[in-house]
């Protein structure tokens, strides 16, 4: 009744307090022909179905309690509790360790922290006609559903900040297809005779690095998880080193191919994979020497910054040592400068073997962006610094791209004259 009365704002009265209450108009009375569906309310099922799974909880954890069997039991050594007389925290000790299904089928259970399965609504946020905001449920995560249901996102009901929408996350790492396109213009042509001079089996693990190192700008985005910020300098630091080493191996093979070809020369027997596999080795060994020593030292770590912005914390990836992470990139660049003179005193070789040319440009642009990126980082803060390497990162890559890859790639599928031996020897006779 008192429910009744608070729901309605109304009072239970007898006949006589009835016609009275009518006739000063100070309250309503209780007509018990009240409807909870004319009420301006939203019903909260949802506390219902806590209350309702909580003293499924309460009667699960006295089931248990029992029915114990002594030897077996939830308290400590298997020891159990009186049904009769027991202990408030002897009950909470069997409510943390009920595992039921409701009649929904939710799976109930207790972690080790007391924290019931997570279940949340994905909601987002909009603007609606009347200008006003409403939130919109556009996704459930739920540690019940089925294994690779539990996050669920509903595509046709959200509506991105800047319009723009992609189905899958995964695409952020296929949403360019330069690289596959180029893959697959080597693959198709691996037998012309523009991509065997240019040794098609070093450019494949060129182009690969190359994916590495545009997909290690990922690690930068996001909230910096511990392993996040423990590994993505390292990634960066390997996949570059890598990529860095094959233009490297491709102009010494140049070089040592060229000039083996001169009478009375020596260079003939280290003609072949060998001197390229030596160079990658030898140069990812080094970046890999360096990198574990950082880790073991002073490895990276989420930081939590209080005094950068009033009222805010951020949470940044704190390098751990500014000495090993300058180190990484100082030995990038000297292997980046390292192939940039071996390009350039080999620019002048015949035509058939002009990718140092191409090689020289990458390094030049390659170079420049990072020299530039070091004032940049040393002045910026925060997320601009993350900012900052990413942008160094995806236009370095895309600088070595766009330098070595795409003229090839034009000869072969716009000028597939100049893609013949008779071309490239004739050029070659020629600057002789």
Known sequence: MELWEQTFSCKWLDQEKFHALMANGTMKACTGEEKLESLMMELEHRVSLHVYT??????????????????????????????????????LHYVRNVNFKTKDGSHVFFDANGNPPAMYDIVNW??????????????????????????????????????????????LIFIDPNYYGILGVFICYKKTPIVRANNYFLSCLLLFSLFLC???????????????????QVAFGMTFTFCISCVLAKTITVVIAFNATKPGSRLKRWTGVKVSYCVLLVCTLIQTFLCVMWLILSPPFPEFETDKKPGAIIINCNEGSSIAFWCMLGYLGLLATISFIVAFLARRLPDSFNETKFITFS?????????????????????????????????SSLAVVICIFLPKCFIVLFRPKLNSREHLMGKSRGKK
Not at 145 to 165: K, L, R
Not at 214 to 232: A, D, H, N, V
């Open 126 to 171: 909009r603007v609606s006609a009347n200008s006003s905001l409403e939130k919109v449920t556009v996704g459930r995560f739920d540690v019940n559903s089925p294994d690779g249901t539990i996050f669920n996102v509903y595509g046709a009901e959200m509506i991105w900040i800047n319009h723009t929408q992609l189905s899958s996350h995964l695409q």
């Open 363 to 395: 390094m030049l642009a390659f170079l420049s962006v990072w020299v530039s990126f070091i004032p940049a980082y040393l002045s910026a803060r925060g997320m601009y610094t993350v900012a900052m390497e990413v942008f160094a990162i995806m236009s």
């Open 54 to 91: 909580a003293v499924y909880a309460i009667a699960w954890a006295l089931h248990n309690m029992l029915y114990c069997t002594h030897g077996y039991g939830a308290l400590h050594a298997g020891t159990c509790a009186t049904i009769s007389s027991f202990y408030p925290w002897q009950l």
């Open 214 to 232: 545009f997909l290690c700008s990922l690690g930068f985005i996001g909230y910096p998880q511990p392993e996040k910020c423990l590994l993505r």
